[in-house]
């Protein structure tokens, strides 16, 4: 069985950093197109960040551009997402989740991990 579990989230003060951990188990994900998913409280899921299993491309979304980073460590089967100047409209759910060919919407990725919370007070 392979899961998805991320792990980094909480509450931080705008203008700040953190940064999310996605460690993929049972499986290697290195053939793996990675990406990240936000889902603010009473919106859609929304497309964040994506890396290809070489790590030769990656793509954002408009609203993170210039402020979050996407990076993965084959090796350990984590994807980090590193988000600095954070807003309050950060504020969401963020979930890791894995594409055999990548992509901007979810119906791209096949296997989600549980989310984890983000919170950015004003």
């Known amino acids: 069985q392979v899961h998805l579990v991320e792990s980094g989230g909480g509450l931080v003060q705008a203008g700040g950093s953190l940064r999310l951990s996605c460690a993929a188990s049972?499986?290697?994900?290195?053939?793996?197109?990675m990406g990240w998913f936000r889902q603010p409280p009473g919106k859609e899921r929304e497309f964040v960040a994506a890396?290809?299993?070489?790590?030769?491309?990656?793509y954002y979304g408009d609203s993170v551009k210039g402020r979050f980073t996407i990076s993965r460590d084959n090796a350990k089967n984590t994807v980090y997402l590193q988000m600095n100047s954070l807003k309050p409209e950060d504020t969401a759910v963020y979930y890791c989740?894995?594409?055999?060919?990548?992509?901007?919407?979810?119906?791209?990725?096949?296997?989600w991990g549980q989310g984890t919370q983000v919170t950015v007070s004003s």
């Open positions: 049972g499986r290697t994900f290195s053939s793996a197109t």
């Open positions: 989740a894995a594409s055999r060919g990548g992509g901007v919407v979810p119906a791209d990725y096949y296997l």
């Open positions: 890396i290809s299993w070489s790590g030769s491309r990656i």
